[in-house]
Protein backbone atom coordinates (compact mmCIF):
# COMPACT_ATOMS: atom_id res chain seq x y z
CA UNK A 1 0.00 0.00 0.00
CA UNK A 2 2.50 2.46 0.92
CA UNK A 3 4.40 1.44 -2.41
CA UNK A 4 1.18 2.30 -4.48
CA UNK A 5 1.00 5.48 -2.47
CA UNK A 6 4.28 7.31 -3.09
CA UNK A 7 4.31 5.57 -6.92
CA UNK A 8 1.48 8.40 -7.26
CA UNK A 9 3.84 11.14 -6.22
CA UNK A 10 5.66 11.58 -9.10
CA UNK A 11 2.77 11.71 -11.72
CA UNK A 12 0.99 13.95 -9.24
CA UNK A 13 3.97 16.51 -9.14
CA UNK A 14 3.80 16.19 -12.99
CA UNK A 15 0.25 17.28 -13.09
CA UNK A 16 0.62 20.13 -10.68
CA UNK A 17 3.30 21.25 -12.92
CA UNK A 18 1.87 20.77 -16.12
CA UNK A 19 -1.28 23.12 -14.68
CA UNK A 20 1.54 25.56 -14.10
CA UNK A 21 2.81 26.04 -16.84
CA UNK A 22 -0.75 26.35 -18.70
CA UNK A 23 -1.51 29.17 -16.14
CA UNK A 24 1.97 30.97 -16.41
CA UNK A 25 1.26 30.65 -20.47
CA UNK A 26 -2.43 32.20 -20.58
CA UNK A 27 -1.68 34.76 -17.28
CA UNK A 28 0.91 36.30 -18.94
CA UNK A 29 0.18 35.88 -22.53
CA UNK A 30 3.98 34.19 -22.87
CA UNK A 31 5.51 32.25 -26.03
CA UNK A 32 4.55 28.89 -27.05
CA UNK A 33 7.05 27.35 -26.01
CA UNK A 34 5.73 27.46 -22.24
CA UNK A 35 2.57 25.77 -23.14
CA UNK A 36 4.70 23.39 -24.69
CA UNK A 37 6.38 22.81 -20.79
CA UNK A 38 2.79 22.36 -19.75
CA UNK A 39 1.66 19.62 -22.56
CA UNK A 40 5.43 17.48 -21.42
CA UNK A 41 4.71 17.38 -18.17
CA UNK A 42 1.39 16.05 -18.84
CA UNK A 43 2.48 13.61 -21.06
CA UNK A 44 5.05 12.54 -18.84
CA UNK A 45 2.21 12.00 -15.83
CA UNK A 46 0.07 10.03 -18.30
CA UNK A 47 3.53 7.66 -19.10
CA UNK A 48 3.88 7.38 -15.11
CA UNK A 49 -0.05 6.35 -14.30
CA UNK A 50 0.40 4.18 -17.13
CA UNK A 51 3.07 2.61 -15.20
CA UNK A 52 1.80 2.86 -12.37
CA UNK A 53 -1.74 1.02 -12.65
CA UNK A 54 -1.48 -1.08 -15.77
CA UNK A 55 -0.31 -4.83 -15.14
CA UNK A 56 3.48 -5.12 -15.73
CA UNK A 57 3.06 -8.33 -17.51
CA UNK A 58 1.02 -6.84 -19.81
CA UNK A 59 2.81 -7.14 -23.23
CA UNK A 60 1.49 -3.75 -23.96
CA UNK A 61 2.93 -2.19 -20.88
CA UNK A 62 5.89 -0.78 -22.00
CA UNK A 63 5.34 0.02 -25.69
CA UNK A 64 2.46 2.05 -24.37
CA UNK A 65 4.50 4.16 -21.90
CA UNK A 66 7.68 4.65 -23.80
CA UNK A 67 5.05 6.36 -26.29
CA UNK A 68 3.87 8.62 -23.47
CA UNK A 69 7.71 9.18 -22.11
CA UNK A 70 9.14 9.74 -25.42
CA UNK A 71 6.37 12.15 -26.58
CA UNK A 72 7.09 14.20 -23.20
CA UNK A 73 11.10 14.04 -23.69
CA UNK A 74 11.16 15.47 -26.98
CA UNK A 75 8.06 18.31 -26.50
CA UNK A 76 10.15 19.33 -23.34
CA UNK A 77 13.32 19.37 -25.54
CA UNK A 78 11.44 20.89 -28.19
CA UNK A 79 10.15 23.66 -26.00
CA UNK A 80 13.27 24.58 -24.69
CA UNK A 81 15.41 24.54 -27.77
CA UNK A 82 12.35 26.81 -29.15
CA UNK A 83 12.37 28.86 -26.45
CA UNK A 84 16.01 30.12 -27.30
CA UNK A 85 15.69 29.74 -30.73
CA UNK A 86 16.99 26.92 -32.46
CA UNK A 87 15.30 23.97 -33.96
CA UNK A 88 15.16 20.35 -32.98
CA UNK A 89 15.79 17.92 -35.58
CA UNK A 90 12.71 15.76 -34.99
CA UNK A 91 13.66 13.18 -37.67
CA UNK A 92 16.69 12.02 -35.75
CA UNK A 93 14.54 11.80 -32.64
CA UNK A 94 11.89 9.68 -34.56
CA UNK A 95 15.04 7.46 -35.96
CA UNK A 96 16.02 6.89 -32.62
CA UNK A 97 12.41 6.17 -30.75
CA UNK A 98 11.77 3.64 -33.46
CA UNK A 99 15.32 2.22 -33.16
CA UNK A 100 14.41 1.81 -29.31
CA UNK A 101 11.01 0.27 -30.04
CA UNK A 102 11.79 -2.51 -32.65
CA UNK A 103 14.40 -3.86 -29.45
CA UNK A 104 12.04 -3.36 -26.99
CA UNK A 105 9.96 -5.61 -29.09
CA UNK A 106 12.42 -8.21 -29.71
CA UNK A 107 12.99 -8.01 -25.75
CA UNK A 108 9.55 -8.09 -25.35
CA UNK A 109 8.74 -11.40 -27.06
CA UNK A 110 12.14 -13.19 -26.07
CA UNK A 111 11.84 -12.87 -22.49
CA UNK A 112 9.44 -12.54 -19.45
CA UNK A 113 12.46 -10.36 -17.62
CA UNK A 114 12.02 -6.72 -18.03
CA UNK A 115 15.82 -5.97 -17.18
CA UNK A 116 17.07 -5.72 -20.79
CA UNK A 117 13.83 -3.86 -21.78
CA UNK A 118 14.78 -1.05 -19.29
CA UNK A 119 18.33 -0.78 -20.27
CA UNK A 120 16.93 -0.48 -23.89
CA UNK A 121 14.49 2.26 -23.36
CA UNK A 122 16.35 4.01 -20.81
CA UNK A 123 19.03 4.40 -23.37
CA UNK A 124 16.75 5.57 -26.30
CA UNK A 125 15.69 9.07 -23.84
CA UNK A 126 19.31 9.39 -22.80
CA UNK A 127 20.27 9.64 -26.51
CA UNK A 128 17.73 11.80 -26.87
CA UNK A 129 18.08 14.36 -24.25
CA UNK A 130 22.05 14.21 -25.42
CA UNK A 131 20.60 15.42 -28.97
CA UNK A 132 18.93 17.72 -27.05
CA UNK A 133 22.52 19.08 -25.65
CA UNK A 134 24.16 19.19 -28.36
CA UNK A 135 21.31 21.42 -30.13
CA UNK A 136 21.06 23.78 -27.07
CA UNK A 137 25.11 23.87 -26.97
CA UNK A 138 25.02 25.76 -30.56
CA UNK A 139 22.96 28.38 -29.59
CA UNK A 140 23.62 32.20 -29.21
CA UNK A 141 21.92 32.66 -25.85
CA UNK A 142 24.06 32.61 -22.47
CA UNK A 143 21.64 33.55 -19.69
CA UNK A 144 22.46 32.18 -16.46
CA UNK A 145 19.11 29.94 -16.54
CA UNK A 146 20.15 28.80 -19.81
CA UNK A 147 23.35 27.27 -17.94
CA UNK A 148 20.68 25.30 -15.43
CA UNK A 149 18.81 24.57 -18.45
CA UNK A 150 21.38 22.58 -20.18
CA UNK A 151 23.15 21.16 -16.78
CA UNK A 152 19.74 19.83 -15.89
CA UNK A 153 19.29 18.23 -19.29
CA UNK A 154 22.94 16.97 -19.73
CA UNK A 155 22.47 15.65 -16.06
CA UNK A 156 19.08 13.67 -17.43
CA UNK A 157 20.58 12.30 -20.67
CA UNK A 158 23.82 11.25 -17.99
CA UNK A 159 21.34 9.85 -16.07
CA UNK A 160 19.06 8.11 -18.54
CA UNK A 161 22.28 6.63 -19.97
CA UNK A 162 24.04 5.24 -16.84
CA UNK A 163 21.29 4.64 -13.70
CA UNK A 164 19.65 1.04 -15.47
CA UNK A 165 22.50 -0.49 -15.97
CA UNK A 166 24.06 0.26 -12.57
CA UNK A 167 20.76 -0.81 -10.75
CA UNK A 168 20.73 -3.84 -12.54
CA UNK A 169 24.12 -4.98 -11.73
CA UNK A 170 22.65 -5.41 -8.06
CA UNK A 171 19.18 -6.05 -8.85
CA UNK A 172 20.10 -8.71 -11.61
CA UNK A 173 16.73 -10.47 -13.53
CA UNK A 174 13.58 -8.69 -12.62
CA UNK A 175 10.69 -10.75 -13.67
CA UNK A 176 7.61 -8.47 -15.01
CA UNK A 177 4.78 -9.30 -12.57
CA UNK A 178 7.16 -8.52 -9.36
CA UNK A 179 8.50 -5.49 -11.07
CA UNK A 180 6.64 -2.64 -9.09
CA UNK A 181 8.01 -4.39 -5.91
CA UNK A 182 11.49 -4.46 -7.20
CA UNK A 183 14.59 -2.09 -6.05
CA UNK A 184 14.74 -0.39 -9.23
CA UNK A 185 11.20 0.76 -9.52
CA UNK A 186 11.57 2.45 -6.41
CA UNK A 187 14.80 4.15 -7.22
CA UNK A 188 13.13 5.43 -10.85
CA UNK A 189 10.72 6.29 -9.16
CA UNK A 190 13.06 8.97 -6.37
CA UNK A 191 15.51 9.48 -10.02
CA UNK A 192 12.79 10.78 -12.11
CA UNK A 193 10.59 12.81 -8.87
CA UNK A 194 14.12 14.50 -8.43
CA UNK A 195 15.08 15.28 -11.97
CA UNK A 196 11.40 16.26 -12.83
CA UNK A 197 11.32 18.72 -9.50
CA UNK A 198 14.54 20.16 -10.74
CA UNK A 199 13.85 21.03 -14.42
CA UNK A 200 10.71 22.16 -13.64
CA UNK A 201 11.77 24.94 -11.12
CA UNK A 202 14.65 25.95 -13.31
CA UNK A 203 11.58 26.44 -16.15
CA UNK A 204 9.08 27.88 -13.77
CA UNK A 205 11.63 30.45 -12.96
CA UNK A 206 12.79 31.07 -16.61
CA UNK A 207 9.58 31.41 -17.69
CA UNK A 208 8.70 34.10 -14.30
CA UNK A 209 12.17 36.07 -16.21
CA UNK A 210 10.74 36.14 -19.49
CA UNK A 211 6.91 37.22 -18.41
CA UNK A 212 8.82 39.61 -16.04
CA UNK A 213 10.97 41.09 -19.60
CA UNK A 214 8.26 40.91 -21.15
CA UNK A 215 6.67 43.57 -18.68
CA UNK A 216 9.05 45.37 -18.58
CA UNK A 217 9.61 45.64 -22.71
CA UNK A 218 5.85 46.60 -22.54
CA UNK A 219 6.24 50.20 -20.59
CA UNK A 220 9.52 50.41 -22.81
CA UNK A 221 7.52 49.85 -26.35
CA UNK A 222 5.56 52.44 -27.94
CA UNK A 223 1.70 51.44 -27.80
CA UNK A 224 0.75 52.52 -31.83
CA UNK A 225 3.94 51.33 -33.55
CA UNK A 226 5.20 48.33 -30.96
CA UNK A 227 8.43 49.96 -31.40
CA UNK A 228 10.37 51.20 -28.18
CA UNK A 229 9.48 54.69 -27.28
CA UNK A 230 11.97 57.59 -26.73
CA UNK A 231 13.13 56.88 -23.22
CA UNK A 232 13.97 53.38 -24.25
CA UNK A 233 15.29 54.27 -27.31
CA UNK A 234 17.74 56.69 -26.07
CA UNK A 235 18.38 54.62 -22.52
CA UNK A 236 19.22 51.72 -25.79
CA UNK A 237 21.50 54.32 -27.58
CA UNK A 238 23.60 55.05 -24.14
CA UNK A 239 24.38 51.43 -24.40
CA UNK A 240 24.92 50.72 -28.24
CA UNK A 241 27.00 53.96 -28.48
CA UNK A 242 29.51 53.58 -26.04
CA UNK A 243 30.09 49.60 -27.01
CA UNK A 244 30.44 50.75 -30.58
CA UNK A 245 33.19 52.88 -29.90
CA UNK A 246 34.92 50.38 -27.50
CA UNK A 247 34.22 47.54 -30.32
CA UNK A 248 35.35 49.39 -33.28
CA UNK A 249 31.93 49.14 -34.68
CA UNK A 250 30.22 51.41 -37.16
CA UNK A 251 26.64 52.30 -35.52
CA UNK A 252 24.68 55.20 -37.93
CA UNK A 253 21.37 56.84 -37.00
CA UNK A 254 18.55 57.36 -39.09
CA UNK A 255 15.92 59.60 -38.22
CA UNK A 256 12.84 59.56 -40.40
CA UNK A 257 9.72 61.88 -40.46
CA UNK A 258 6.44 61.41 -42.02
CA UNK A 259 6.11 64.33 -45.19
CA UNK A 260 2.98 66.68 -44.04
CA UNK A 261 1.67 64.67 -41.22
CA UNK A 262 -0.50 67.38 -39.87
CA UNK A 263 -1.95 67.87 -43.21
CA UNK A 264 -3.10 64.17 -42.72
CA UNK A 265 -4.46 64.71 -39.37
CA UNK A 266 -6.79 68.05 -41.29
CA UNK A 267 -8.01 65.89 -44.10
CA UNK A 268 -8.18 62.77 -42.95
CA UNK A 269 -8.40 62.66 -39.32
CA UNK A 270 -6.30 61.74 -36.68
CA UNK A 271 -7.54 58.06 -36.80
CA UNK A 272 -6.37 57.76 -40.39
CA UNK A 273 -3.32 59.57 -39.34
CA UNK A 274 -2.94 56.96 -36.19
CA UNK A 275 -3.27 53.88 -39.13
CA UNK A 276 -0.13 55.73 -40.82
CA UNK A 277 2.29 56.11 -38.07
CA UNK A 278 1.56 52.30 -37.13
CA UNK A 279 1.51 51.23 -40.78
CA UNK A 280 5.42 52.96 -40.90
CA UNK A 281 6.36 51.46 -37.70
CA UNK A 282 5.84 47.90 -38.47
CA UNK A 283 7.21 48.51 -41.75
CA UNK A 284 10.43 49.76 -39.91
CA UNK A 285 10.10 46.69 -37.84
CA UNK A 286 9.73 44.20 -40.56
CA UNK A 287 12.78 45.98 -42.61
CA UNK A 288 15.46 46.35 -39.75
CA UNK A 289 17.57 43.44 -38.14
CA UNK A 290 17.51 41.70 -35.04
CA UNK A 291 20.36 43.45 -33.76
CA UNK A 292 19.51 46.82 -34.64
CA UNK A 293 17.06 49.04 -32.64
CA UNK A 294 13.99 51.28 -33.50
CA UNK A 295 12.09 53.81 -32.05
CA UNK A 296 9.13 56.27 -32.16
CA UNK A 297 10.86 59.20 -30.73
CA UNK A 298 7.77 61.84 -31.56
CA UNK A 299 4.06 62.24 -33.00
CA UNK A 300 5.61 61.04 -36.66
CA UNK A 301 8.99 60.96 -36.01
CA UNK A 302 10.91 57.86 -35.81
CA UNK A 303 14.77 56.66 -35.26
CA UNK A 304 16.89 53.62 -36.43
CA UNK A 305 20.14 52.63 -34.97
CA UNK A 306 21.73 50.67 -37.31
CA UNK A 307 24.22 48.26 -35.43
CA UNK A 308 27.52 47.99 -37.18
CA UNK A 309 26.44 49.46 -39.99
CA UNK A 310 28.42 51.80 -41.99
CA UNK A 311 27.55 54.98 -43.66
CA UNK A 312 26.95 53.82 -47.63
CA UNK A 313 24.82 50.59 -45.90
CA UNK A 314 22.95 53.27 -43.78
CA UNK A 315 21.89 55.29 -46.19
CA UNK A 316 20.94 52.18 -48.75
CA UNK A 317 18.43 51.07 -45.62
CA UNK A 318 16.96 54.56 -45.43
CA UNK A 319 16.28 54.30 -48.75
CA UNK A 320 14.68 51.15 -49.02
CA UNK A 321 12.58 52.25 -45.88
CA UNK A 322 11.49 55.30 -48.14
CA UNK A 323 10.78 53.65 -51.08
CA UNK A 324 8.79 51.07 -49.46
CA UNK A 325 7.15 53.57 -47.10
CA UNK A 326 5.93 55.14 -50.38
CA UNK A 327 4.24 52.39 -51.88
CA UNK A 328 2.62 51.45 -49.04
CA UNK A 329 -1.41 51.95 -48.85
CA UNK A 330 -3.15 53.05 -45.63
CA UNK A 331 -6.66 52.73 -44.60
CA UNK A 332 -8.56 56.00 -44.26
CA UNK A 333 -6.81 57.69 -47.12
CA UNK A 334 -8.00 57.60 -50.76
CA UNK A 335 -6.57 54.51 -52.49
CA UNK A 336 -4.41 56.87 -54.96
CA UNK A 337 -3.08 58.87 -51.80
CA UNK A 338 1.03 58.08 -51.40
CA UNK A 339 2.32 59.08 -47.97
CA UNK A 340 6.08 60.30 -47.92
CA UNK A 341 8.54 60.02 -45.46
CA UNK A 342 11.97 61.90 -45.02
CA UNK A 343 15.11 60.64 -43.98
CA UNK A 344 18.46 61.94 -42.61
CA UNK A 345 21.57 60.07 -41.90
CA UNK A 346 24.45 60.33 -39.53
CA UNK A 347 27.33 57.62 -38.47
CA UNK A 348 28.77 58.26 -35.58
CA UNK A 349 32.50 59.38 -34.84
CA UNK A 350 34.84 58.70 -32.57
CA UNK A 351 34.56 59.87 -28.77
CA UNK A 352 30.94 61.37 -30.11
CA UNK A 353 27.75 61.07 -27.70
CA UNK A 354 24.44 60.25 -28.54
CA UNK A 355 22.79 63.82 -28.69
CA UNK A 356 25.54 64.76 -30.78
CA UNK A 357 24.55 61.94 -33.52
CA UNK A 358 21.36 62.88 -33.23
CA UNK A 359 22.01 66.76 -33.61
CA UNK A 360 23.48 65.86 -36.42
CA UNK A 361 20.87 63.08 -37.95
CA UNK A 362 18.42 65.44 -37.29
CA UNK A 363 20.04 68.53 -39.44
CA UNK A 364 20.59 66.10 -42.42
CA UNK A 365 16.89 65.42 -41.79
CA UNK A 366 16.04 68.65 -41.81
CA UNK A 367 17.87 69.48 -44.96
CA UNK A 368 15.96 66.80 -46.91
CA UNK A 369 13.04 68.53 -45.73
CA UNK A 370 13.83 71.91 -47.41
CA UNK A 371 15.32 69.78 -50.66
CA UNK A 372 11.32 68.83 -51.47
CA UNK A 373 10.65 65.77 -48.79
CA UNK A 374 10.54 62.33 -49.71
CA UNK A 375 13.93 62.20 -49.83
CA UNK A 376 17.23 60.50 -48.01
CA UNK A 377 20.11 63.19 -46.84
CA UNK A 378 23.44 62.17 -45.27
CA UNK A 379 25.33 64.22 -43.03
CA UNK A 380 28.56 62.81 -43.78
CA UNK A 381 28.37 63.71 -47.52
CA UNK A 382 28.24 67.41 -48.04
CA UNK A 383 26.77 68.36 -51.54
CA UNK A 384 28.22 70.76 -54.51
CA UNK A 385 25.84 73.52 -53.63
CA UNK A 386 23.89 73.50 -50.22
CA UNK A 387 21.97 76.57 -51.33
CA UNK A 388 20.10 74.67 -53.60
CA UNK A 389 16.65 74.01 -51.62
CA UNK A 390 13.65 73.86 -52.57
CA UNK A 391 11.16 76.05 -50.61
CA UNK A 392 8.50 74.27 -48.79
CA UNK A 393 5.40 73.69 -50.43
CA UNK A 394 2.01 75.74 -48.65
CA UNK A 395 -0.17 72.89 -49.79
CA UNK A 396 -0.52 69.10 -48.83
CA UNK A 397 2.50 67.42 -50.83
CA UNK A 398 1.06 64.17 -51.06
CA UNK A 399 1.64 62.67 -54.29
CA UNK A 400 -1.30 61.21 -56.42
CA UNK A 401 -0.83 58.40 -58.81
CA UNK A 402 -2.11 59.07 -62.02
CA UNK A 403 -5.44 57.96 -62.88
CA UNK A 404 -5.84 58.35 -66.22
Known sequence: MQTQILGLLTPLMALFFSAAFVVLWRAGGLKRHVLGFGIAYALSAIGFLL???????????FHLTQIFYTLGSVLIIASVCDRVGQKLHLGSMIFVYLGAALLLAAAIGLSNDVAPRLVIVNIGYGVIFAMGVTTLLTANRRTVLDHFIIAIMAFQAVDFLARPTLTLLFEQAIPAEVYRDSVYYSLIGLALGVKGVSMALVLIAATIAEWTTALRESGERDALTGLRNRGSFEETMGDMLPAAHAEGRALSLIVADIDHFKQVNDIWGHQAGDQAISGFGELIANIVRECDTAGRIGGEEFCIAAWDCNNDAAQ??????????????????????????????????????????????????YKAKTRGRDRVENAEKRHLDDTKAQPDAELIALKKTATG
Open 51 to 61: THFLPTDAFYV
Open 316 to 365: GLAERVRQAFAALRHPGLNDNVELTASFGVATARNGESYMQLFARADEAL
